[in-house]
């Protein structure tokens, strides 16, 4: 039978919200870090807990970024399963009726809402709703022993989630901007032109968007009012001198319209973060550490990115630290305008044995960095050595745990003082790991090779990716005094070969001018600089791999990055138009550059799988890497760099776009694939992570199975302390706001 015609018949009988749940199967794995914690010393063990105190309770400020329902379940949830142990909970479930699977999809829900800090994916930001009927979890809610101890609250908590926890009007599937999705980055009213005013006004201040939020109003003449509020503890309207938030509260006039710039959100939140900053600072085991916690502390007092910026500088200087961190508003990927950071906060401990392998890549850099496809002076003035470790993971909060990270993303620090590079090893060897009937739209042939290169292939991609990638290239700007970054009377733009035209003027930043394609325009160009470099020899002899071996690691690179290509279109959605995942954006786009490549080096077939329906198949030809991919790549890679160098949006948009456009049409028809990935698709991994105690003098921790039910129980024990004053402060913090998605607390 012909696939298109199996696909036609088992479409019109699919359940329309299955991508809209969790499976019960959903995979969970630990993140072990005992080993590299137990070697810690007394002291930087206690700044190892106090860290992750901190990064705990700021990780709590993503359900207030994720959607307005989000803090309420949180707390309906932690109520629910906190009084009662979930075998507990099940006899209860069961003896109201509830079968087994349904139960089993409640705790996979509570699991997936806490590993993604709110009720849409991280990696997607997709709707996911319970698995199990609305009025079946009601009657075990009412059942419970937390309705039994305050059935007031409970039911409070259930009156005010239970349409929006389970509802799937379309505007609701995807976080978005307007009539596109659910953010709370914006209020509901907020539309793309809002965000646009918005960011000019910002621009012309030169103040950074990582830390506010745009709530829009109507004045007594029925003129839209904007309120820009940053996040912060203090919540006084005015700032004494010599703060630098002096001059940037209060209210302004833009383009006819009153913006007052205000502070406070997120107060209480913030508080605990900045408490326990100051108690790790005891343990801090050098100056620039402690100076970095002060200004961090300062900056979520007083809602400065400027502190935020100058703790990066001592962050940034602090080289080769035992115990590592960041800490802040840092990811713009959720941010439908992508320039509003998410709070994220991680605590982890140096692998020395690993770190040692990219201490050496540092040590190539430059000489890796001549080696890209542009002009040297579309590079930095210099490079600056950047610290690049590889870390297992003791704390991650935010919506969801990366790879590897290279940070700060403040363009002017990066330029001038350098950056840093980190790869979660922990992360990377539980996240890599597959198993072989799991493993789709390969040939047999390729999955024994892929499986056991997989890991060490996707390392040298993270290193590369992070450390080159992210690490590499030249913005050029023009100052508040005007003075360029470069000569424009010699520059040359390679793709026009004339001077060059464009660059960043005052204010303006890469964020700020790139906006709503800037993450996923930068992912790519990482992406690509990882592929470009990974054929070098001495790369891959640096991570250990040499002859045969070598060759097969560069292959199941370039094959991995085609296949996710194609799994990327799970992450499209149709009826808007829009990618929802920066990463599988970029990867679909490099796809779609390898195909244009011709001469057969990528295919992608539509096939009937052994199970009798709709599968696809994507083969790389590894003979023409060097002779097609590689030319291809390097092609792309210049011209995302010289859009990028030069502030070119009209034209980076224009291409990236273009590659980005998923149709139904021959020869690759897109949109039926993406039907195939979603019916095949793989629920990606959560992750459980541990707790840290005091204990008389020393720190213990406390580890967790890996299971929905262990995940549920770390979660629960994060907050021993102050569970009841913090579920109080973030009710009050989300009912506060709810008006502005219209909604309000019951």
Not at 437 to 450: N, S
Not at 647 to 664: C, L, N, Q
């Amino acid at each position: 039978q012909n696939p298109k015609q199996v696909w036609k018949s088992l479409a019109v009988n699919m359940a329309a919200p299955s991508q809209y749940v969790l499976p019960n199967d959903l995979p969970v794995a630990l993140l072990d870090c005992s080993e590299a914690f137990l070697l810690l010393s007394a002291e930087e063990k206690l700044y190892t807990h106090y860290l992750s105190r901190a990064s705990f309770y700021g990780g709590l400020i993503v359900l207030f970024q994720t959607s307005p329902e989000s803090p309420a379940i949180y707390i309906l949830l932690n109520r629910l399963f906190r009084t009662q142990e979930p075998a507990e909970l099940q006899s209860v479930a069961l003896g109201q009726g509830l079968k087994e699977e349904e139960y089993q999809a409640l705790l996979v829900y509570a699991a997936g809402f806490f590993a993604n800090m709110g009720n849409y994916k991280s990696f997607g930001d997709t709707k996911f709703v319970p698995n199990l009927p609305k009025e079946k979890l009601e009657k075990l809610i009412r059942a419970s022993n937390a309705f039994l101890k305050d059935p007031e609250g409970m039911e409070s908590l259930w009156r005010t989630v239970a349409d929006q926890m389970y509802s799937l009007e379309p505007a609701e599937r995807q976080l978005g901007l307007g009539d596109q999705g659910i953010t709370t980055y914006f209020s509901g009213n907020c539309t793309l032109e809002d965000a646009e005013l918005a960011q000019k006004f910002l621009d012309s201040k030169s103040l950074s968007a990582y830390n506010t939020r745009l709530f829009k109003t109507l004045d007594e003449s029925g003129k839209s009012l904007y309120e820009v509020r940053l996040a912060s503890v203090n919540r006084e309207e005015r700032a004494a001198s010599p703060s630098d938030m002096s001059e940037i509260l209060g209210s302004f006039e833009h383009e006819g319209h009153q913006i007052p710039v205000t502070r406070g959100d997120y107060s209480p939140l913030l508080r605990r973060v900045r408490d326990n900053l100051e108690n790790a600072k005891a343990y801090a085991s050098n100056d620039n550490q402690r100076q970095m916690l002060e200004e961090y502390g300062r900056s979520f007092q007083e809602g400065s990115i400027k502190a935020h910026k100058e703790g990066s500088k001592y962050w940034v200087q602090d080289k080769g630290p035992i115990v590592e961190s960041y800490i802040g508003f840092i990811e713009s990927y959720r941010d439908p305008f992508g320039s509003r950071g998410e709070f994220e906060g991680f605590v982890a401990v140096v692998n020395k044995s690993v770190s040692a392998r990219f201490a050496q890549l540092v040590s190539a850099a430059e000489k890796l960095v001549s080696s890209l496809p542009w002009p040297a002076y579309y590079e930095k003035d210099s490079f600056l050595r950047p610290d690049f470790t590889s870390l297992d993971v003791v704390t991650f909060s935010g919506s969801g745990i990366p790879a590897g990270i290279n940070i700060p993303n403040y363009d002017d620090i990066r330029q001038t003082v350098g950056f840093k590079n980190v790869s979660l090893g922990n992360v990377l060897s539980v996240g890599s790991a597959t198993e072989r009937e799991k493993l789709t739209f390969l040939r047999e042939e390729d999955k024994d090779l892929f499986i056991k290169f997989r890991g060490p292939s996707f390392e040298v991609q993270v290193g590369l990716h992070e450390l080159l990638g992210h690490g590499s290239g030249k913005l050029f700007v023009q100052d508040e005094k005007g003075t360029l970054n470069f000569d424009k009377e010699t520059v040359i733009n390679p793709e026009t070969g004339e001077l060059v035209k464009s660059w960043y003027k005052t204010g303006e930043t890469w964020d700020s001018k790139f906006s709503t394609i800037a993450s996923s325009y930068e992912e790519c160009r990482a992406e690509c600089v990882g592929l470009y470099l990974c054929i070098n020899q001495e790369v891959l002899r640096i991570f250990g791999h040499e002859a045969q071996e070598a060759q097969d690691v560069l292959y199941v690179n370039w094959l991995n990055m085609v296949r996710a290509g194609l799994m990327g279109l799970e992450y499209y959605t149709p009826e808007t138009g829009r990618w929802r995942q920066a990463h599988m954006q970029a990867r679909f786009v490099i796809l779609r550059v390898l195909l244009e490549a011709g001469e057969n080096f990528v295919t992608i077939s539509q096939t009937t799988g052994a199970d009798g329906r709709p599968d696809a198949q994507v083969t790389l030809d590894r003979e023409k890497i060097v002779s097609v991919g590689h030319p291809a790549i390097r092609r792309f890679l210049l011209r995302l760099q010289v859009y990028k160098s030069t502030a070119d949006v009209e034209r980076a948009r224009k291409m990236y776009d273009g590659y980005s456009a998923v149709t139904d049409a021959d020869p690759h028809r897109f949109l039926t694939l993406r039907d195939i990935i979603i019916l095949r698709k793989e629920e990606r991994k959560s992750f459980v992570q541990i707790n840290t105690r005091i204990v008389g003098d020393s720190v213990d921790i406390v580890q967790y199975d890996s299971s929905p039910c262990g995940l549920i129980r770390s979660v629960l024990q994060r907050f021993p302390d102050d569970e009841e004053e913090l579920e109080r402060e973030m009710l009050e913090l989300s009912c506060a706001d709810s008006h502005f998605w219209g909604q309000q607390c019951r």
